[in-house]
């Protein structure tokens, strides 16, 4: 029996009434490996993953039904704050806080939070999780500049460590690389594959051979329905559905 | 070919027009900028910040004696800060509150008649907000007061940070939200720790030149400060302004050289306002 941290249970997202974005998509998602959702745009891979941490709440006219369990407790049901805290999000554009230092940028979720540090533990907190992401060594005597002085790829990273301050089970990564140049692109790669035994990932992505490399599992999904799910490797050599076998071999997306 | 050149011509004419009419719009603000600077500058000097305004008497001998008028401002000075200060202080909070409940529920019915009534306020003539500031403090105070005058200027000042407020956050990338709700953040924490902070140097910007455009205001203060001729620092008397003095300086014809002076120090203050409004929206740009 595998290890299971999220479970998507006829999962349907709706921007508009009787049009689902997602279409009754059930799933499950191992714990401590990197499973890929990838897909043509518009095939629902992000409305998905935003369902996870309940994003869509931004936007009052998005509906969703079904039910999402995160650690064997209903998401929908949860109190948002708490749901977000337990899935940290990592967006397609580096988004760190322009009027924070690196440092504070770090610290922004318990900031946001209300909770309070020791000067110790902060220093702590900002020095392992810059680590973590490789960071440290870049930024270290930059600390108390803004944020947004870096360049993409390490702001990018930045947003990683602040997502993972939080000691979140889950990451929710949503094309995080598409932004970023091939070498930016190349580390951060190499990092999710490094974080993935303290972490859960889940990575959206419209780029065939980055899931093939980082991911364990892989979803495909196509107008709005999960049309496989499997080992990274078993799909990619052998595919299931002719609509998956299309798509990775270049056929239409 | 022919219609080609015809085409040349009349985009030559457009640009001359735009250019012409461009000028002649500056004419009216350098002839007054010229007139006040020319008339107001030798009144100015140490006194005239110092010193209240002198007696109708004290002038004329003054005038008659071709000297400059003995006094200044320092009345209408303290005046206009106190009531700017205590409008400001009333205004800012609500303002901005506002803007962000307008900037947040954008599409909502509430929303939409709170705007428009911010519309309207905004256009409401100023002399009206005089009246209301006279019914809401003068009447039960029983007197003219500063606190008075402050209240006609925060009605004023209201529309203009609410507008300023809810432009500057409505500029803010959806990102910025989607970043900090996504660490767990609560929607409180997220409007004063990223929305208001990001935003800041446009709010700050609106701030000041709302301040800008009421610290000149006369019509309301008739009303509700009234006015006085010595250095008032009890908010609940009444109180002079630099743009009711102006206003006095009219009415007596030995003062009239006073009013260049104190016109020219009006205009400076906005412009410095003007200027540093400005100077922050560049140095907090985002």
Redesign the interface.
Known sequence: MEDIILKFHNVCVSYTEGKNAVNDVSADVRRGLITSIMGPSGCGKSTLLRAVNRMHELYPDIKITGSIELDGKDILKMNPIMVRRMAGMVFQRPNPFPTMSIYENILAGYTLNGIRLSRAEKDEIVESCLFNVGLWDEVKDSLTKRGSFLSGGQQQRLCIARALALKPDVLLMDEPTSALDPIATAKIEDLLVQLKKDVTIVIVTHNMGQAARISDYSMFMYLGELVEYDKTQKMFTNPKDKRTEAYLTGRFG | MKSYSIRILKDRLLKTMVIILSVLTCVPLVLIIGKVLLKGYRQINLSFFTETTPSTLDAMLAVNNNQLIPGGIANGITGTMMMVLIATVIAVPIGLLCGVYLSENRKTRFAGIIRFLTEILQGTPSIITGIIAYIWVVVPMRSYSAIAGSVSLAIMLLPLIIRSTEETLNLL??????????????YT??VL??LI??A?GGILTGILLAISRVIGETAPLMLTALGASAIQWDPAKPTSAVSLLIWEFYNDPNLSNMIWSASLFLLILVLVLNLTAKKIAKKWK?
């Open positions: 990338p959806e990102s910025l939200k989607e970043a900090s709700l996504s660490l767990g953040s609560s924490m997220m720790k990223v902070p990001s800041f985002i």
